[in-house]
């Protein structure tokens, strides 16, 4: 069974993305393209953690709701959520209402906040040398050296939830790794 599928636009793409119309819509516009903003590289680092455990579909489909309970991903603004919000969070059935997931998301706006050379300098120093696209998902790794080295790295600065399997996701996610298969449309630059 081929790791692509072809639509019926006729581009051939991952499996995984040609599964659903949201999981084609993420795949095809922003998987994998790279994102260099603190904020846009926090948003995927929270959105990775709280799909720990859970499907990548149920958490792209609540993203509008994080976005507003998470005062779209402002480092500045979410560093200074206190107790109320937390609560606030809690109550929200349109994110997923996980208390650890929600403190370490606080926990990680602070600790990217003291960063002295912000989120997107630290991120970006694990991304390894470019590397031909993967034939199969067989040969995607689900982490690395550069996803452990990261993990750790951020672990020290006081991040939470952020283990080397999430810091591969993110990896693939914004762009440091590309991991769409080699035949795939989608073509970053």
Known sequence: MSDLVV???GLARCKWGASTP??????????????????????????????????????????????????????AAVAEFGPADEARLMADAGIVRNRLKIE??????????????????LLWSFAPPPRPRPATFASVPALTPES????????????RFVGPTTAYALMQATGMVDDHLRDCHVRIV
């Open 104 to 121: 370490a998301a606080l926990a990680n706006a602070r600790a990217a906040l003291d960063l002295p050379d912000g989120l997107a300098a």
């Open 148 to 159: 452990t080295a990261m993990a750790k790295a951020l672990k020290k600065h006081g991040f």
């Open 22 to 75: 949201d999981y084609a819509l993420y795949h095809d516009r922003e998987w994998g393209r790279p994102v260099r903003d603190d904020d846009g590289l926090y948003e995927r680092l929270t959105l990775e953690a709280f799909q720990s455990g859970l499907s990548w579909l149920t958490i792209l489909r609540k993203r509008p709701a994080f976005r507003t309970a998470f005062a779209g991903f402002s480092i």
């Open 7 to 9: 639509g019926e636009d």
